[in-house]
């Protein structure tokens, strides 16, 4: 099985960003490509983190949405 891999764009309130595959760190000058493999290896598993934190707050939230569209006593 292969390890899981952070999505296509900007990190969350970081100047960086993944696209095709690698990260750039992206400044009002212009952007250039993060090319030290530790903190390339820090910034994908931040990404995960981010990504898996995202799910779980929308999975938190869904059963939430779908038991308030249900009136109990059947009347809409």
Known sequence: MSAPTPQQGRLAHAPVVLRGGRWWLDGGAGSVPASDPAFTAVLDDFALSMAAADQAVA????????ASSVDPGGRR
Do not use: A, R, V
């Open 59 to 66: 999975n938190l939230l869904s059963p939430q949405d779908e």
